[in-house]
């Protein structure tokens, strides 16, 4: 049995749910997001609280239970306070704009890439920063990743877009050819 799965998700105030049809419907003040509940995995919504419970024991089914409390959890935390992702733009002449809603980045290549992004994300720049932000955990990730795989930071220069806080470890480059020659007579 996991324990993670045994925990209850405390419900902040302004977090409301509701369970139908198989699904865990939860609205908040940033949002509103729903969860199809896998079969094998009971979940009850109390006043302050929600619980997940295990119909099954076995390993499969043992590991699907603590994903699951995992997952409500992190969508409890979406639609209250919402999450973030932040990536640094690292090397001379990388900037970043925001047209409307989209981020046009301008990282070294001959045209600007534009990164239109889904319903439910937002992008905001500060001081060579790119926030992207929403309520679905796996979303932000998921968009700060192709972000990211637009430029990934090379290890020579450390030059590329990175996740804040990210160490890139740099390689030696080339050393100058030895003074003198081998093998001279």
Do not use: C
Request: a positive charge.
């Amino acid at each position: 049995m996991s324990r993670i799965g045994k925990m209850k998700i405390n419900l902040p105030n302004g977090v409301s749910g509701r369970i139908s049809d198989g699904r865990l419907t939860l609205a908040g003040p940033k949002g509103t997001l729903e969860y199809i509940i896998p079969e094998g995995t009971d979940i009850k919504l109390g006043e302050s609280a929600i619980t997940v419970a295990n119909r099954e024991s076995g390993k499969d089914s043992d590991a699907l239970f603590g994903f699951v409390r995992a997952y409500v959890a992190n969508i409890v935390y979406g639609v209250d306070r919402g999450w973030t992702k932040t990536l640094e733009l690292s090397g001379v002449g990388y900037r970043a704009v925001l047209n409307g809603s989209n981020l046009v980045l301008n990282v070294g290549f001959s045209h600007p890439v534009t990164v239109v992004p889904p319903p439910g994300i937002s992008f905001s720049i500060n001081e060579g920063k790119i926030v992207v932000a929403g309520i679905d955990k796996q979303l932000v990730g998921q968009i700060a990743a192709k972000i990211r795989e637009v430029k990934k930071p090379e290890p020579y220069k450390g030059k590329g877009i990175k996740y804040l806080g990210e160490y890139i470890r740099k390689k030696a480059g080339k050393t100058a050819k030895a003074v003198g020659t081998v093998g001279s007579k």
